[in-house]
């Protein structure tokens, strides 16, 4: 299986846990407006990511590139900053919401490493979907 089979699928993988992280934030978000449930908290939302998030993604990502040894066009950049960059965060985050429904108070030590590893994957693996 080459990078490129591998970084499609980590994409799909991704893409999913986004999914799902938001159908659970609008259920809540439909289930208070029918008062069958509370407030949705405000860090309920996908698109809420933590600075680490981004930093940890972008590290794999300049380390995925350097390592593959990836030409620097303007396509390439602008391909790792929406796949190498955003959508590992964002499902880093997505990862977070599922496990916690939103709450940043009950998010665990092993909860903030398996997000972190989602990042991280997902930004060397980006490596593949550039060229």
């Known amino acids: 299986m080459a990078v490129e089979h591998v970084a499609v699928i980590a994409l799909a993988v991704e893409v999913t846990v ?7 934030t ?11 449930g509370p407030a949705p ?5 996908v698109t809420l990511v933590s600075g680490v998030l981004y930093a940890l993604a972008a590290g794999a990502m300049a ?9 620097w066009t303007l396509s390439a950049i602008g391909t790792f900053a929406l796949f190498g960059v955003l959508l590992p965060a964002f499902a880093a985050n997505a990862v977070l919401v599922l496990a916690t429904r939103g709450r940043p ?11 972190g590893a989602v990042a991280v994957g997902g930004g060397l693996v980006s490596v593949g979907l550039v060229g």
């Open 26 to 36: 609008e259920r809540r978000h439909w289930n208070h407006h029918k008062r069958r």
């Open 105 to 115: 108070d009950e998010v665990t030590w092993w909860q903030r490493g398996i997000a």
């Open 18 to 24: 986004m999914v799902l992280a938001r159908v659970g």
């Open 63 to 71: 380390v995925g590139a350097v390592t593959a040894r990836v030409e």
């Open 41 to 45: 908290l405000t860090r309920d939302d």
